[in-house]
């Protein structure tokens, strides 16, 4: 009769990760996809573009055959943080979440892309230091709030400013500006297509520096 495994005692014990070491790892992945990964995160109030200039960039590198991920903030309030709301924890509770899988996504060497409005510098700090310097490209997708209250296109702002929505981004709730993003749109004059040949030279460059 085989003996029932023996559990740590110490609950401590069971708290802390042992990693495992792999032996296929990022390089490999990368070597087999025929491209290096890293991570494009948009960030920027909603309405500005970041869903659309993100899924024309996606488009334009699957047709180069480049494997790529969309992580967008709609889709993941529906499945990875259907649990969280809107409080400033819970944000940055999804910014914490969408980070950790898109690291993983990188990992995988998988080039991915991230839209998030992602409001707090601190936190977007947070999600870069889980990445190598070269890894992380921050894109702010930048308009003026009157352009995005005529656009509404979900009439979020709308309901917003009628308090039916609460902690909505630019209303009640804030967004920190960018300190120093590798890119920035201005949505208000650029096209999508202008947007997307502007985060597409830059990935470019920094391909061709790798």
């Keep these: 009769m085989s003996s029932s495994p023996v559990l740590p005692t110490n609950p401590d014990e069971q708290s802390v990760p ?10 490999n992945h990368s070597n087999l996809k025929g491209h290096r990964s890293l ?4 960030t920027g109030m909603s309405g500005a573009g ?16 480049l494997h790529t991920c ?12 259907v649990d969280l709301g ?15 899988v898109g690291k993983l996504m990188v990992d995988a060497g998988v080039i991915t892309l991230v839209c998030l409005i992602s409001p707090f510098e601190q936190e977007r700090r947070m999600a870069r230091a889980l990445f190598a310097p070269d890894d992380f490209i921050e894109i702010f997708v930048d308009a003026p709030l009157h352009v995005l209250e005529q656009r509404d296109p ?5 309901k917003a400013r009628q308090g039916l929505i609460k902690n909505f981004t630019g209303i009640d709730s804030p ?13 208000a004059t650029c096209s999508i297509d202008q947007a997307a040949q502007i985060v597409e030279a830059f990935l470019q460059n920094r391909f061709a520096a790798s």
């Design 154 to 158: 979900k009439g979020l702002y709308a």
């Design 18 to 27: 042992v990693l495992h070491s792999f032996e296929i790892e990022r390089q």
């Design 39 to 42: 991570l494009l995160w948009f």
């Design 70 to 81: 969309l992580l967008d903030g709609d889709q993941l309030r529906r499945g990875l943080s």
């Design 175 to 187: 967004y920190e500006r960018p300190v120093s993003p590798d890119i920035v749109i201005d949505s």
């Design 50 to 65: 970041k869903s659309s200039i993100a899924n024309r960039v996606q488009a334009n590198l699957h047709e180069h055959r």
């Design 86 to 100: 809107f409080s400033d924890a819970d944000r940055r509770e999804n910014i914490r979440r969408t980070a950790e």
